[in-house]
């Protein structure tokens, strides 16, 4: 599919834009689907779906993360559409009853995206990677990593945080080579970290060594609210981090291995890269 187009929903985002990059340094030039592209789509709008859509071979799809998932009814308009191979993001626990919290049933937005594919009649994979090493610099905790304090509800759990660059790989093997289909790959990378051993990681990088302070779930979800997050969102983050604090995202995992024949990235090697980027700069 190397000469056909490949549409990237969430083509600006963490994955996203990684999967746009390796596809062009495989001469695949991909079209972003997102609300700011030349060819606008939005999640919240069907109605941009059948431009994005038009005359796309393959697609890499960044779910909108609410229930009921929207999901499904764009995988019914991409198989209308012609799209041939559908590689979806869900995530590490998206099946699995009580992995979000106590409350969460097994079939949240993620695991609705993943029957509709399933039920598609095209080609399709499925990536499953758990915490994101890049949520460290770049995303929901690195604020706290460059103000020298990190608050988290993650008690002693570990995590084998996956690097990005590798989901995004992962993606790029699915959309642009055989091999992959009814693939479910689960992707970690290749040793479990507290949040205590990722701060001393950055630390030997950088120079600055931010304090980890555990907090209670409670406490975690009303700083959150303090700071304005609506109550309900506060609730998912705080249960987003269950599988941290219970070290359930901990077991090394072999879907990089399986579809790339090589090991994932290690945290050492992202966090000298991200250094050398310049995250983590006061």
Known sequence: ?????????????????????????????????????????????????????????????????????????????????GVRRLVLLSARGANVPGYFGASYDGEGPHAQGEAAVRASGVEWTILRPGWFAQNFSEGVFADGVTGGELMLPT?????AFVDAEDIAAVAV??????????????????????????????AVATGQRARYVPVDEADFRAGLVAQGVPDVEAALWTDALKPVRTSQEAPVVDGVRRALGREPRDFAEFVRDAAAGGAWQA
């Open 1 to 81: 599919m190397t000469n056909e187009t490949v549409l990237v929903i969430g083509g600006t985002g963490k994955t996203g834009r990684r999967v746009a990059a390796q596809l062009r340094e495989r001469g695949v030039e991909p079209r972003i689907a997102s609300r700011s592209a030349e060819i606008p789509f939005d999640w919240a709008d069907p109605g941009t779906w059948a431009a994005a859509l038009d005359g796309v071979a393959a697609a890499y799809i960044v779910p909108y993360d609410i229930s009921p998932s929207p999901t499904p009814a764009l995988v019914k308009q991409a198989v209308a559409s």
């Open 173 to 202: 093997a699915a959309l642009t080579e055989d091999g992959h289909a009814g693939q479910v790959y689960e992707l970690s990378g290749t040793r479990a970290l507290g949040i205590d051993d990722v701060l001393a990681e950055i």
């Open 155 to 159: 008690g002693d759990g570990k995590a």
